[in-house]
């Protein structure tokens, strides 16, 4: 912690400090600048802390969004074994930070919850209880949240072999404890227990919820997800940084793109490299291609569950012309791979911007043609308005972003308070609506839809005809194939990069853009090997999943459906 | 860069009359419908679904399908076991077994090549790997197993046999026609060298060109010992 002297501060890193140092707690806490400004606590300061940035109108850090893991033991120069690192962010600022709090060796690891600060963090713990083991005194529903109840160990700490099966069966199975026992209520009818899922048409994806219903209305509800958990963290850090990039596509497979265009930018970040602008610009331009095809799965998905399949075809027709283009590019549909750390895997086909603009043309028609169908219509209105209301408080407090955190009504958008790439370019705006119901969520993924097709017009307008698309750093770029074959210093490159992988400066990064969903997070580390030696991602749909249970109770069953459908739930990034 | 827009005070919470009163929405709705269907019927052929396997979708010459492993003018194989591809894979999936090939100039080739397609991601990692234009990808999207030991393709499926055509055409791949790239010489087409295809036996008398007499840490193991080291 002596590092306060040594790292020059930052102006927001040195107005924290100066914000602490009138706080009791300021010779307790560290602040250190590293990519973002951090902070570093004891386990036993960190819920007073955490009230403190929560309270304090000059830290105002009211909006969690990370909690990650790290397990130390296979690196070197940190203090301790295990740390929990949270990322933070202030809305009214729009300032992230980081929190670490070094939980002391020989013991084990634990520290006080946090999750009624923030709400959000109480599954983001359950995870770390799950993948890491660490305890989290006070917290009132500590059990596993993405492995299975037969699985034994933690798999995301550095001693845990990969290679081990724990097989789950039927018998496995534990309900959650309120919910074995049915409720009776004198003069009343009987409550039920019932589940819904994990395999259910309506759950999109693999979800168990659990609900107690009184008639119709759900009294209590607890979801439990997990089914798609495939480790990909745990994976990231047996592959190279390349290697990762398949996976990244994984997450989010309604937006592929996205996810790796997040992810490369955090390792790019990490190596210093600056990529062409036309590179740059295909990046954003498929980005917001992907944006929309979300927005319209969503949209289309939605609007099936509550018995509008009509629209579901008109919507899924632009996303099958932009999955041609996807292809076109790169070869495949939904698992594009198409970025790669320093650029993108091959330039754009000739015929890209006259495709882009046909797309321009053609997606509007099906938007206008939902929209006459649906924005309007009495019954969808029924089914929307009014229901799943998520209050401005309740969605900063659960940890929301992006079109769910916009329907609320803060304008918080990743592209507009640190615009990367040409964002801050294009002429755009960010929708918001302020009833947080499933109809505003409704109303702002069309009208982003229509934001994001300015937003291609803009950059098509800007697009080089002609230009690299990756950076020319042959140690992070593989060497063209005609310089590979003839050429042999390139081989030698080639070479280098295949069998050793980029070499990635020690450190760590959390670096975050706009998925579809809302903010998405990468929060890497690297001990300079082969490749990350810890990968975090920050999912957006997962403080949703975690508030779903406590927005749908009240209500009838069937508007738990239409409310599943607007939060926007990918079980691909939800469970990693 | 720009504001911020309600989309909510675009759109009053109160419906009219009209709307309320379902039917005049209705009509609505169906002009909607009726219009799509009108066009369908116009456009009957060239519907966006697909009647699979009747019709199939036009794929770019990028599309990431089933390997083919390229082959030089005299029909072996371009691959050299060099592993590249193999350690390029995330999904590990590439099993190479290296051997010594008689012919000098070619060195080594792969005894075992095997893609296991039930593993592979289609990622064209293998194809950015290769440093000698050995392995590219087709449009063949179809491979249906009935097992497990079915879905590893060894190089007898996924060798692109000379003269005849690539099924579904040709995808991602090194390089494309026209891009400037000049693919690697053709090993062979270069000239004989005196003992090929004799390596054992010049080996046996101490003449190989490429290894000295005697166990050394140079010395390759032959490929039938490789291969039980791999079984």
Avoid at chain 1, 539 to 552: G, H, V
């Amino acid at each position: 912690m002596s590092s306060v002297e040594i790292v020059p501060l930052t102006p927001v890193a040195e107005k924290l400090r100066e914000r602490f140092a009138r706080s009791p707690l300021a010779s307790r806490v560290a602040v250190v600048d590293l990519d973002l400004p951090t902070l570093e606590v004891s386990p036993a300061d960190w819920p007073a802390v955490a009230r403190f940035l929560r309270d304090d109108p000059e830290c105002s850090f009211d909006l969690f969004l990370d909690l990650a893991g790290v397990d130390n033991s296979k690196r070197r120069g940190r203090p301790s074994r295990f740390e929990a690192v949270f990322h933070l962010l202030s809305l009214s600022r729009e300032e992230h930070l980081r929190v670490k709090v070094v939980l002391p060796d020989g013991q084990s690891p634990s520290l006080p919850t946090v999750s009624e600060v923030w709400p959000a963090a109480n599954w983001f713990e359950r995870e770390a209880f799950d993948l890491f083991g660490f305890d989290f005194p006070g917290h009132p529903n500590l059990r596993r949240l993405l492995c299975h109840d037969a699985f034994v160990g933690n798999p995301l700490r550095k001693d845990y072999s990969p290679g081990q099966r724990w097989f789950f069966t039927e018998e496995d199975l534990r309900m959650p404890d309120w919910a074995a026992h049915p409720e009776e209520k004198a003069g009343h009818f009987e409550t039920q227990t019932i589940s819904i899922g994990p395999s259910h048409p309506a759950t999109h994806g693999i979800i168990h919820l659990i609900a107690r219903l009184d008639g119709e209305k759900i009294a209590r509800a607890e979801t439990q997800i997990g089914y798609m958990h495939r480790c990909f963290e745990k994976m990231a850090e047996t592959h190279t940084w390349n290697q990762a990039i398949p996976f990244c596509d994984r997450l989010n497979y309604v937006s592929a793109m996205i996810n790796g265009v997040g992810y490369v930018r955090t390792v790019e970040k990490m190596l210093g490299i600056e990529i062409p602008e036309r590179g740059q610009l295909v990046r954003t331009i498929l980005s917001e291609f992907s944006r929309i095809m979300d927005h319209c799965v969503n949209i289309g998905t939605n609007l099936v569950d509550i018995g509008a399949l009509t629209n579901f075809w008109y919507l899924y027709q632009p996303r099958e012309n932009i999955y041609g283009l996807l292809e076109a590019c790169c070869g495949a549909r939904l698992t594009v791979s198409y970025v790669r750390v320093g650029g993108l895997a091959i330039d754009v086909p000739e015929d890209f911007v006259s495709r882009c603009r046909a797309l321009l043309e053609s997606i509007p028609k099906f938007l206008d043609d939902v929209d006459r169908l649906v924005t309007r219509n009495r019954i969808v209105r029924n089914r929307f308005a009014g229901i799943g209301v998520v209050t401005r408080d309740q969605a900063i407090a659960w940890g929301f972003t992006g079109p769910a955190l916009r329907a609320s009504g803060v304008a918080y958008d990743v592209r507009r308070s640190r615009p990367y790439d040409f964002y801050d370019r294009f002429d755009w705006d960010v929708p918001i609506a302020t009833d947080g119901d499933n109809y505003a969520r409704y109303l702002v993924r069309m009208e982003e839809m229509r934001q994001s097709l300015a937003i291609i017009r803009q950059a098509l307008e800007i697009f080089p005809a002609s230009g690299p698309v990756s950076s020319e750093d042959w140690h992070v770029v593989l060497p063209p194939k005609d310089a590979v074959y003839h050429d042999m210093e390139s081989l030698i490159f080639h070479f280098k990069l295949i069998m050793e992988g980029i070499r990635v400066p020690v450190g760590e990064r959390y670096d975050w853009i706009e998925g579809a969903n809302g903010e998405l997070g990468f929060y890497a580390i690297s001990d300079g090997g082969r490749g990350p030696y810890r990968l975090k991602h920050r999912p957006p749909c997962f403080p949703m999943m975690a508030a779903y249970e406590k927005i749908i109770v009240g209500g009838p069953l069937s508007d738990a459906i239409a409310t599943l459908g607007t939060l926007n739930i990918i079980a691909g990034e939800l469970e990693r | 860069m720009s504001g911020v827009v309600d989309v909510g005070v675009k759109q009053p919470r109160k419906l009219t009359l009209l709307e309320r009163l379902y039917i005049p929405e209705i009509v609505k709705g169906m002009g909607v419908t009726i219009r799509h269907l009108l066009r369908n019927i116009v456009r009957i052929r060239n519907l966006p679904t697909i009647l699979y396997p009747e019709r199939r979708r036009d794929y770019s010459d990028r599309f990431r399908g089933k390997h083919i492993l390229t082959t030089r003018a005299d029909g072996t194989l371009k691959c050299v076991a060099c592993y590249m591809c193999a350690e390029a894979c995330p999904a590990e999936c590439i099993t190479i077994v290296a051997g010594e090939h008689p012919k000098i100039a070619y060195e080594k080739y792969p005894v075992v090549f095997d893609i296991d397609m039930l593993r592979c991601v289609f990622c064209g990692f293998c194809v950015d790997a290769c440093p000698k234009d050995a392995i590219w990808m087709t449009r063949n999207y179809e491979m249906a197993f009935f097992n497990r030991e079915e879905a590893v393709f060894g190089i007898d499926k996924l060798i692109a046999k000379p003269g005849l055509p690539v099924k579904d055409g040709l995808g991602y791949r090194p390089y494309y026609p026209g891009d400037g790239t000049r693919p690697p010489a053709d090993a062979s087409s270069s000239p004989v060298i005196p003992g090929d295809g004799e390596r054992e036996l010049l080996r046996e008398k101490g003449l190989d060109l490429h290894h000295t007499a005697g166990p050394g840490p140079l010395n390759a193991p032959s490929p039938a010992e490789k291969r039980s080291r791999a079984s």
